[in-house]
């Protein structure tokens, strides 16, 4: 069994890093705090004897050696970066879940016969630079590396930049290196392992999502002198759509969800009827068709409201990930795992985007998901037990150990 | 008469100082662009010959000598400062017109009894440090000088802080300058005088305006893993208000407007449901009665949706200005003006808010307008013509006179 104590304590030493006053944390991809998380995490992966690649995205790959050098690496691991206002588990947790799983190894002396290997996968929330996701997808031939490296933070600082930046700009070219198996561990991020009461989750697939960004080009005038009749008021068309995307979600219910998370309102001024608004709407389904039929009802509340509105606009999908099932080898290793070691566990598809998604186009790979109080996620009060972070690495050392071994 | 190609060069050259790509101006309430008006404005001022005064709120009052130094000074004036994506004639205008009567009085070695004056009063629209009409506020006694001095804008700098930064806080006492008549001459900022195809507008009064910031309390939360029932949406709540606020209005149609015009959405990220939304509510209406069943119909929207979204909320009334009706004398010389030189007018009320609003209740007061391309203010694209411009100037000049001379 994994080290539990070890495992919360270099969770929460990470945690200092970016720590915010309400208790979450904020090391947002390719920031000081995101280079001293990587630094920090590299110290304890060196002291435990491990090796270390970085790719030109400033991928980590953390390898403990196998004694067949022919084999390639069973891997795992997650993301070190987080949202702004962020919590301290949701992607570290994977990434030290997989460094606790070769401290034991080495604690006992076990030898595997192929490589192990933790990732640690640039920006994936995709809070500073969107797509989320990004370096996985580049890993996967999901984006060109071009195209990542020209991505642009709300300063106009490309990742290229803040990557050189922060040194972890590699040498490895991206997608070259080649696992055998890939396993991600996570906080569920959602509320259905607490609610019946259940340690383990074992994800089967991940629910599809798009995002789209909306400008809305109306008017600016005057508050006071500006009859009400003619106001070309973009944050009133804006705010008809904000509803219009709930009610979407609600007439995709039960499984449906959709949002607008990001806003700019300009010119924001207390007297200044609003001239310009974007934003962006991020819509997910299991089902393919649900997000056919979600866009579709999307595209048709924009063009009727912003007609209504007498508003221009703009609309673009910025990201399409498609729902994706996980493989079945890998699947069942987890399910055996906590089977093996007695964890209350279901099969869930994960409502949040991971970059094992992407992963799994190149290489065998599943999910694990432990609880987290109320369900609650990217959010600073983001919180959960010791133990059930220690049954999951537990059961990553189960899985791993066996689709390492045979 | 006075020099319309003087005037409309004036206000040509003051609108390069903080010009925008889209041709409007950036001349924001203290900033080094505002001091560069006011530097570039009492340049001139002392090329005409006349005296400066400044108060410590960094009111300027610029003065032609009268005949009799007995007698209380007739004002006009307005302000320099303008909206971030303002245009070039709001408030500039009233003062450079002025300016032009001076000028012109100059020119033809008109001396007047009693000493003419243009004021320019510091931070009017209110874009950096609310409320709007600050410094005109404090000069009639509405708020204490130290309010004022304590203002702060978003970056958390007060208004004390920028004055002095800027080097116009001056010696003489708020309020002590005391003023025989207050003239404003401004752009309407609204369509009446183009609809009726008339040059002058007699301003008989102001409708009255109360704005409110609220801020709305929900839960942080992760867009895709977070089913749709139990979210705690913030920008959901503030979409609905921001629609129960334009409901509001109409419901007190004509004469009501109401508008949402600032709005900051936190934490601001795309897969993040959002937690926090402050914003700000502007109302109007002629009448008393109509401001109070506005805020009636506000308050109980904001508890209802804030029940039925889950969210708490903090609301409070951040300005409250009373429906003004100006002096009879001041509005009889301003129509006496138009009608003596033959330009159509109409007497009306304005929208807007006014520093003329506040001196209303230290001075007898009364404005003049002139129309707007499209009524539209409070944007990079307010225009208006070097003709109407001029009548107004002539049209001031005939009631200053007027006001000065008896
Ligand atoms: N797991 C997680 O927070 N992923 C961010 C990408 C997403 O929005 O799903
Ligand atoms: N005239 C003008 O733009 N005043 C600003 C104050 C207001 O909002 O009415």
């Given at each position: 069994c994994t080290n539990a104590r070890r495992l919360w304590q270099r969770i929460m030493t990470m945690a200092?890093?970016?720590?915010?006053?309400?208790?979450g944390c904020c090391r947002v991809a390719l920031t000081d705090e995101d280079r001293q998380g990587r630094d920090l995490f590299l110290e304890w992966c060196r002291e435990a004897g491990c090796e270390v690649r970085i790719d030109r995205l400033g991928n980590l790959f953390v390898r403990r050696p196998g004694?067949?050098?022919q084999r390639l690496p069973v891997a795992c691991g997650s993301h070190l970066d987080t949202q702004?206002?962020?919590?301290?588990?949701?992607g570290v947790y994977g990434v030290l879940a997989g460094l606790e799983v070769i401290e034991t190894l080495n604690d006992n002396g076990i030898r595997t016969r192929s490589p192990l290997e933790v990732c640690v996968w640039t920006n994936?929330?995709?809070?500073?630079?969107?797509?989320?996701?990004l370096a996985s997808g580049v890993h996967a031939g999901v984006y060109p590396l071009e195209y990542a490296l020209a991505r642009q933070d709300e300063a106009g600082i490309t990742l290229g930049e803040a990557l050189e930046e922060i040194g972890y700009a590699g040498e490895q070219a991206c997608?070259?290196?080649?696992?055998?198996a890939f396993l991600e561990a996570h906080?569920?991020?959602?509320?259905i392992l607490e609610r019946h009461r259940q340690t383990i989750g074992v994800v089967t697939g991940v629910q599809g999502s798009r995002w789209y960004r909306l400008t809305l080009l109306g008017q600016d005038a005057h508050t006071g002198s500006t009859?009400?009749?003619?106001r070309r008021d973009a944050l009133v068309a804006a705010a008809r759509l904000i509803l219009a995307v709930r009610g979407i979600a609600e007439e995709h219910a039960p499984e449906a969800v959709a949002t607008v998370g990001h806003l700019e309102n300009t010119p924001?001024?207390?007297n200044t009827i609003p001239g310009r608004v974007t934003l962006t709407i991020d819509m997910r389904h299991p089902r393919a068709e649900g997000l056919e039929t979600m866009e579709a009802a999307l595209r048709q509340a924009v063009e009727r409201t912003s007609a209504e509105e007498a508003i221009d606009y703009e609309f673009s999908r910025i990201m399409d990930t498609a729902p994706v099932g996980f493989d079945d080898g890998c699947v069942e290793a987890i399910e055996e795992g906590a089977r093996a070691l007695g964890h209350a566990h279901r099969r869930m598809v994960s409502g949040a985007g991971h970059d094992a998604c992407h992963i799994a186009r190149v290489a065998p790979t599943a999910m694990l998901f432990v609880p987290c109080a109320g369900g609650l996620?990217?959010?600073?009060a983001e919180s959960a037990e010791p133990e059930d972070l220690a049954a999951g690495a537990d059961v990553l050392l189960h899985a791993l150990l066996r689709l390492a071994e045979p």
């Open positions: 200092e890093i970016g720590e915010t006053p309400a208790g004694t067949d050098p702004p206002r962020g919590g301290r588990f949701d994936e929330e995709g809070a500073r630079f969107t797509p989320p996701m997608g070259s290196h080649r696992l055998g906080i569920e991020q959602g509320p009859p009400m009749p003619g924001n001024s207390h996620s990217h959010n600073e």
